[in-house]
């Protein structure tokens, strides 16, 4: 079997503004490139306990290696998406997604898929590893909240679910506040709280439903791009929507596609500063298309390339240093880098130190990689896998295999955002 990404020709952007406790000066991007090696950083992800849901605020060096930091709770819930046929948790990958945490400019926002709310923290500046919650989670107005979006020219969040109240719900981003617009938009998932696994039906295979995966907005604010995942048996691929953003809000009169042959559409990713949108197909192969959004059909790939041994090739990053894109799999011990405009393999990374089966959510910055890789078995630990990546396209090695203090056997670790 092999993974899959679809390039499509577009106009695009993810940008975003809030307000914090903290003085806030400057946009991310601006912070970013006037920032030196030596400016704290830190990286986030989530333990999505089914509990109590927490956030890891972890330090990153000068040398973009981890060190552990302070745990914070979400005050809600974590998630699990149910095993088909039955009533267990599938937990590891338990919110089959992508975005469940994102940072924008000096605030960090978390779902709590198990208590249909979201969580704003406030990020200290000056120590990134400091976060205060602003006000209490607040209601996300569907079941099942798995995808965070956030655009700045809008100053919009916007948030996906996956439950029997499955769609997409946007908020106005207020100074300590997120107050819901009017429109929800209903995917029609017939799904059920928690919601269905659409992956290892097996026997089941008729129960398949299908999830959204992930949300993001162009780079220009002019679209929001969704994901639906379905099942690979019986075929049914799934779907990307694009909502295009009319007098500063999305529009009912969306767009939805599925590229010819693909099997298991997972997440749409416009490569920053370009006009291409990168669709990952957990099972099938790399389409490369450039035309206009607007002119995509079914039958439109120019090219494809094929990327051997994928199982679920779901979560992707995009690296200015190298100029390349890298991918991680959920049954593979690997980083896939591909050439960003013609999606050719450049070098599989694989990851030699770790006993865990499968990495998850992915996130590059500078000269380092990182990516989270939950436990798979009790005995086992939870981990964070970084990569140096100065050498180059093809030449990245990795520096940690990082495990953090206290979460021990943690399957349902999902989500990762950086502080920059």
Known sequence: MYAST??????????????????VTQHLSERACNK???????????DNNLTGNSIYAVKVLNNGTLVDGPVYSTGGLGGSVLNPGSTNFTLRDALSCSHSLVVNNDNLYAVNSGSNTITRFAINPQDPTDLKVIGSPVNSHGDFPVSIAISNALNQLCVAHDGVRGGVKCF???????????????????????????????????????????????????????????????QQPGWVYSFPVVNGTLSQA????????????????????????????????????????NDVTNSSAASSVNITGGIATCWIAYSETTDTIFITDAGTNRFVELNTTTGVLIENHNVTSSENLGILDIEAYGNYVYAVSPSVNPGQLSRVQVMDVSGG???????????????????????IALYI
């Open 36 to 46: 030196s090696a030596t400016t704290p950083r830190a990286l986030y992800f989530a």
């Open 172 to 234: 106005h981003l207020c100074d300590n506040a997120m107050v819901p617009l009017a429109d929800f938009y209903d995917f029609h998932l017939t799904q059920t709280n928690p919601p269905i696994n659409s992956l290892n039906l097996g026997a089941f295979k008729n129960d398949s439903k299908p999830l959204i995966s992930s949300i993001q907005f162009s780079e220009d604010s002019t679209q929001l791009f969704a994901t639906v995942l379905r099942a690979v048996v019986p």
């Open 393 to 415: 396209p093809g030449a990245g090695v990795f520096v940690q295999d990082f495990v953090p203090q206290g979460l021990g056997f943690d399957e349902s670790m999902q989500g």
């Open 254 to 293: 969306y767009r939805r596609f599925t590229p010819q042959n693909s099997l298991q559409l997972f997440l749409a990713f416009q490569i920053p500063h370009t006009q291409e949108l990168v669709v990952l197909d957990g099972k099938v192969g790399t389409y490369h298309y450039d035309i206009q959004l």
């Open 6 to 23: 679809l390039f499509l020709s577009v106009t695009a952007l993810i940008a975003v503004v809030s307000s914090t406790p903290y003085p």
